[in-house]
């Protein structure tokens, strides 16, 4: 939720640079996601399968973060 809300507040600012500055906030917050899924996993709260298919989907959501910010830093 913090990914998404995060990006969402920062699409409602004014400028770029601002909406560039909250998709680094979301980034942040997808790779505490994985952290998250790390310590579930090693703890035993996840099984390897489903610890694989969303620590991949975090990491998707993470480069995806990062193309967007580069395209919208300046030149």
Do not use: K, Y
């Not at 601002?18 to 703890?43: D, K, M, N, P, Y």
């Not at 993470?62 to 300046?74: C, D, E, G, K, Q």
């Amino acid at each position: 939720m913090s990914i998404a809300s995060n990006i969402a507040e920062g699409r409602g600012r004014v400028g770029d640079a601002e909406f560039h500055r909250f998709l680094a906030i979301a980034r942040g917050s997808c790779t505490e996601v994985q952290a998250q899924l790390r310590l579930a996993f090693r703890c035993g709260n996840l099984e390897r399968e489903r610890f694989e298919s969303m620590l991949h989907l975090a990491q998707r959501v993470t480069w995806m973060l990062t193309a967007l910010m580069r395209r919208l830093a300046p030149p």
